[in-house]
């Protein structure tokens, strides 16, 4: 009945193979996956999930799905009658992945040029079994970036098995390619018996190395001022309140972390929206007040009283930063709260093969670029920059010219508050929000500060970039902690050679 | 911009008759009173001293040590260390080894290595545990690697003159480093969950209720003796130097004195002290892990201090009672409002209170 059937249907399954896919051993199993990915059917493909679903079952010689207690014949897509003895066709986690590999590899037929894009690069680490496929797909590509995916992919399977001059081909070929992948069959290739295929491997070796190389260092300059930024924006505000004013704020931190929560509110607020992207642009300047008016209640009520005390200002603060946890923790759960990243921010710009920049990196990095500018301009341009900076070198000089010094001292704090507040909002976009996010900060940032000298932003700029790097280029040797601790015993030695900084403001000011 | 330092000459005294008679009958309830209402009264009586109040009683004794070492280094030298924490966590670490050693092949994998050294597949002891087996070298290393590391360490920032806030927070940032250390596997100290599951100290089952009591009365007597040691040195001329270098380093150098030494010798001895407040303090809650390394632990203990009223050491005993009594009452009472109570602490002592408590009965 089904041959009958078959004669009649324009696209017909390849009998030999669903029968070699319903009865074979695993290896037959596989290369009949294969087969019918290469006829290119969409009755192939629904046969295949039928399969990874566990649905195809077979009875005598009769192959069929078994769906809701009914039979449907695979070839004719006809109902059966279910008969009383079947048997599983077993499909085991090797099996699985082919069929994963394999209905991915159907999308290459796609006319969406994304997703015949994404399938070939789904595939690149697929087995033998898909060549066919590939080869086949390689004929209609017609788009440049596919058709080198496809080809290295190719090349990569022939290496496997293969005549030995479609081997040598192959290398050749995988010699343009600066995928990671590409490195470890080159290295199983160069340990080859063959001297030839050893000879030519070892070169395209060579070739690969390079192109990865100038990737892997792209990338890590890329990790070291994306971290810089990081380290930038959170120490910014800190060397306003530490650097100029004097105040060891160990409250920071949690300024940071309000940043943090104000853009959680402002999400939720914006959520169901059909603007919800657009809610980071809002949270901008409500993080910024939202820090900017706890700081300044914060300077008002405690810190104020404290000047010239920096010890109990240091447990002051700390205390403070204690309460605003737990503040936190009592509104809103001690668990991370979620924040999304708008669509905008996600994705990342492919610069290398095996280079991806992120665009939520980028974006901050231009956030930290754009504050700082912001910051230097308020502080050098400003009547309030002029006021700072006045009562910073001379306060009782300040104040005799009629400068408000105490309120001087304030809308300093708030602005410093503030800035912390906007890198709040920038952490969002790349770590856990909870309630200790600013913990992981504070030791950080006063480094930064302290490292870079007090009382002056370009130093800070300067030591938040230095640090980033070196973190990053520690880490890419020895890992992340020990890197880290190389990074902290390394300040802690510089702060001992040179205690006021990279950038020591030259004056007459006497220690005191 | 000078801070000023109040001292409260009475107390630099240290102490009147009355005074020594609070001291003594500290004493006599230590080492008499509740041993006998701990081991001789029966439990079902209502003076029994449960072993609950034993354990907590021996911690913040142990506290205390530290907070008088604080007291030491802040309150007479006026150096704020933030890394007192990391040297009691060193000695806890130095009796730690000792304590895993101790349980031999009681552990979960009846191995001769500690169960974190068979679940991360080492084959023998790294080099840090060399001689560990032995009760001696633990105390040794619990005491000496505190006080060596704050010798180099002070040795190069006081030559430097770092000081003031500049110190804590390098200190501060060591602690922080250093807890990282702790928590990797590979430093070979049992990572995130230190040591625990300790069986014997000296042979002796560590959770008996008389090896409980013999803890606790070591611990008194170390703290009874740090106490009147730490008179001795402050009431030395040793003592008045570094009161003066306090309140006025630069004239104490150009008085002739080398002040380096001074706060270096302070800031060991002060460092060996929480060393053996640390080792004391491991056999008695039985588990040390990096946590107890964390800079909020360090800057937790220079509150105590506060607390008390600086440059009392008296203060700094009742501080680390005050604060960790309340917190022991909190935590059970009140979880969540444990932090804001002590964030109310920390603020209401340093705006309020610049003496302490012990400032605050000293002016009736």
Same mark, same amino acid.
């Given at each position: 009945m089904a041959a009958f059937f078959l004669s009649f249907s324009a696209h017909a399954l390849d009998r030999s193979a669903v029968e070699k896919l319903a009865f074979g051993d695993g290896d037959e199993k596989i290369e009949a996956i294969g087969a019918l990915v290469a006829e290119g059917d969409p009755k192939a493909a629904e046969l295949l999930k039928g399969f990874a679903e566990g649905e195809l079952q077979t009875s005598g010689k009769q192959i069929f799905f078994v769906r809701g207690g009914k039979a449907v014949d695979v070839f004719s897509g006809k109902p059966v009658p279910l008969p009383a003895e079947r048997e599983d066709v077993v499909a085991n986690n090797r099996l699985r992945g082919a069929v994963a590999s394999a209905l991915g590899a159907f999308? /290459?037929?796609?006319? =969406?040029r994304n997703e015949r894009l994404a399938a070939a690069q789904a595939l690149? =680490?697929?087995?033998?079994?898909?060549l066919p496929l590939i080869r086949k797909a390689l004929e209609r590509e017609a788009d440049p970036e596919i058709r080198g995916l496809l080809d290295m992919t190719a090349a990569g399977m022939e290496l496997k098995d293969g005549s030995k001059e479609a081997r040598i081909a192959a290398i050749r070929k995988l010699a343009g390619s600066a995928n990671p992948g590409t490195k470890t069959l080159l290295l199983e290739a160069a340990s080859d018996p063959d001297e030839d295929i050893r000879r030519e491997a070892q070169q395209s070796l060579r070739a690969v190395d390079g192109r990865l190389a100038l990737g892997e260092w792209l990338g890590l300059a890329f990790a070291g001022v994306s971290l810089g930024s990081i380290l930038l924006l959170a120490a910014l505000g800190l060397a306003i309140? #530490?650097? /100029?004013?004097g105040v060891i704020n160990m409250a920071h931190g949690e300024l940071i972390m309000i940043g943090a929560y104000a853009t959680y509110v402002v999400q939720n607020l914006f959520?169901?929206?059909?603007? &919800?992207?657009l809610y980071l642009v809002a949270a901008v300047p409500i993080s910024f007040l939202a820090a900017a008016l706890v700081g300044i209640a914060l300077e008002r009520s405690v810190i104020r009283w404290l000047y010239g005390r920096p010890l109990e200002t240091l447990l002051a603060t700390w205390g403070i930063s204690l309460v605003l946890i737990q503040a936190v923790r009592t509104l809103f759960g001690a668990q991370n709260v979620q924040v999304e990243n708008p669509a905008f921010m996600s994705g990342g710009i492919q610069? /290398?093969?095996?280079?991806v920049l992120p665009w939520n990196r980028i974006v901050i990095i231009a956030f930290a670029v754009s504050i700082l500018i912001a910051t230097w301009m308020l502080l050098a341009k400003t009547r309030l920059g002029l006021y700072i900076r006045g009562v910073t070198q001379n306060r009782a000089m300040a104040e005799c010219v009629g400068v408000p010094t105490s309120r001087v001292d304030t809308w300093a704090f708030g602005l410093g508050s503030g800035i912390a507040g906007l890198a709040g909002c920038a952490l969002t976009q790349i770590g856990n929000v909870g309630p200790e996010l600013g913990q992981g900060y504070i030791v950080d940032s006063f480094l930064v500060v302290v490292f870079g000298g007090v009382g002056q932003l370009a130093g800070t700029v300067y030591a938040a970039l230095m640090l980033g790097f070196a973190n990053k280029l520690l880490e890419s040797w020895s890992g992340a902690v020990l890197a880290k601790i190389a990074v902290l015993v390394f300040i802690i030695f510089f702060i001992q050679r040179r205690?006021?900084?990279? &950038?020591a403001l030259r004056g007459r000011a006497v220690e005191t | 911009m000078t801070p000023k330092m109040v001292t409260v000459t009475n107390f630099s005294r240290l102490y009147g008759p009355r005074g020594w008679a609070i001291l003594g009958t500290c004493a006599v309830v230590a080492f008499v009173v509740i041993p006998i209402f701990n081991l001789?009264?029966?439990?079902?009586?209502? &003076?029994h001293v449960s072993a609950f109040w034993v354990t907590l009683i021996g911690k913040i004794m142990c506290f205390a040590i530290v907070a008088l070492a604080l007291d030491l280094v802040?309150? #007479?030298?006026g150096i704020l260390s933030l890394g007192h924490g990391l040297f009691f966590a060193l000695g806890g670490y130095g009796m730690g080894m000792y304590l895993m050693r101790q349980i031999g092949r009681q552990g979960q994998y009846q191995s001769d290595l500690p169960d974190f050294m068979v679940f991360l597949d080492w084959k023998t002891f790294p080099?840090?545990?060399?001689?560990?087996?032995q009760f001696w070298w633990a105390i040794l290393l619990a005491t000496a690697i505190p006080g060596l590391l704050a010798f180099v360490f002070g040795y190069f920032a006081f030559r430097s003159r770092v000081k003031g806030v500049y110190f804590s927070i390098i200190t501060q940032a060591l602690t922080f480093a250093a807890m990282l250390l702790f928590f990797r596997?590979?430093?070979?100290?049992?990572?995130?969950?230190? &040591?625990?599951d300790f069986k014997t100290i000296l042979g002796f089952n560590i959770t008996s209720p008389e090896t409980r009591m013999s803890l606790f009365c070591i611990t008194a007597f170390f703290l009874v003796a740090t106490l009147l040691l730490g008179r001795w040195i402050v009431t030395s001329k040793f003592g008045r130097v570094l009161t003066a270098i306090r309140d006025a380093e630069p004239r104490v150098m150009f008085c002739g004195y080398n002040t380096v030494h001074y706060k270096l010798a302070i800031f060991t001895f002060s460092a060996v002290l929480c060393g053996i407040a640390g080792a004391l303090y491991v056999p008695q809650v039985g588990i040390i892990n990096p946590?107890?390394?964390?800079?909020a632990n360090s800057i937790e203990i220079a509150i105590w201090v506060a607390v008390g009223g600086r440059g009392t050491l008296a203060g700094a005993i009742l501080g680390a009672g005050l604060v960790n009594g309340a917190k022991s009452f909190f935590t059970v009472a009140f979880p969540e409002y444990w932090l804001f109570a002590l964030g109310a602490i920390f603020i209401a002592v340093t705006l309020f209170?610049?003496?302490?408590v012990l400032g605050l009965l000293a002016r009736r």
């Open positions: 999308k /290459l037929n796609s006319q =969406d690149s =680490d697929a087995g033998a079994a898909m309140t #530490y650097g /100029l004013m959520r169901g929206s059909p603007v &919800f992207d610069v /290398l093969s095996n280079v205690p006021q900084g990279l &950038f | 001789a009264v029966p439990a079902s009586s209502p &003076f802040w309150g #007479y030298a080099w840090q545990w060399w001689n560990t087996d596997n590979n430093t070979g100290f049992g990572g995130n969950n230190g &040591f625990t946590s107890e390394m964390s800079p209170m610049p003496r302490g």
